[in-house]
């Protein structure tokens, strides 16, 4: 389903964006404060959603895994 790719992709983006933010406040705060452990918690709980809904659509059927070469037929 169309639907559930963007919602990986949405999530993956999210997930980059939260780490660069994370470099951002680690670069502009020097350390002094907890910023970028909040980012970089949100990421690690985004990503173990990420493989959680990836898991879940799969059990539900409506992702389905290939492999890099196509099966003969």
Do not use: E
């Amino acid at each position: 389903m169309l639907i559930v790719k963007v919602i990986i992709a949405v999530l993956l983006l999210l997930i980059v964006l939260s780490l660069a933010a994370g470099m951002f406040t680690l670069v502009q705060d020097r350390g002094n404060s907890n910023r970028t452990v909040k980012f970089l918690t949100f990421r690690i709980a985004l990503s173990i959603f990420v493989f959680l809904f990836i898991a879940f659509a799969f059990y539900m059927g409506w992702i389905q895994p290939h492999g890099i070469v196509p099966p003969q037929s």
